[in-house]
């Protein structure tokens, strides 16, 4: 049974940072693209960050690129998500997602994903 674990959420003054860890397992980690998306109250669920099954190309949203770095080891089965100059605006409920697809910006492209973890960015 695959599963992805979401941790490191928490509530941040803006400015601040937090770090996002994502556990796989149940599934060949090396296999698969892994994504980083968020969803606000209200909102859609929106990409944040991806990265290919080798680590070698990421891939951001616009609103996060240059304080956002998504990165993966695969001697853990584990995905992160770096979070630097953190604004009241990236407060959301964080998910990763596992997909073999080359779509990384689109959710259909995600066969598995987590439970979410929250992050409270406050002004």
């Known amino acids: 049974q695959v599963q992805l674990v979401e941790s490191g959420g928490g509530l941040v003054q803006a400015g601040g940072s937090l770090r996002l860890s994502c556990a796989a397992s149940g599934l060949t980690f090396s296999n698969y693209n892994m994504a980083w998306f968020r969803q606000a109250p209200g909102k859609e669920r929106e990409f944040v960050a991806g990265?290919?099954?080798?680590?070698?190309?990421?891939n951001y949203a616009d609103s996060v690129k240059g304080r956002f770095t998504i990165s993966r080891d695969s001697g853990r089965n584990t995905v992160y998500l770096q979070m630097n100059s953190l604004k009241p605006e990236d407060t959301a409920v964080y998910y990763c997602?596992?997909?073999?697809?080359?779509?990384?910006?689109?959710?259909?492209?995600?066969?598995?994903w987590g439970q979410g973890t929250q992050v409270t960015v406050s002004s």
């Open positions: 997602a596992a997909g073999l697809g080359l779509l990384m910006k689109t959710r259909s492209n995600y066969s598995y």
């Open positions: 990265i290919t099954r080798t680590g070698i190309t990421s």
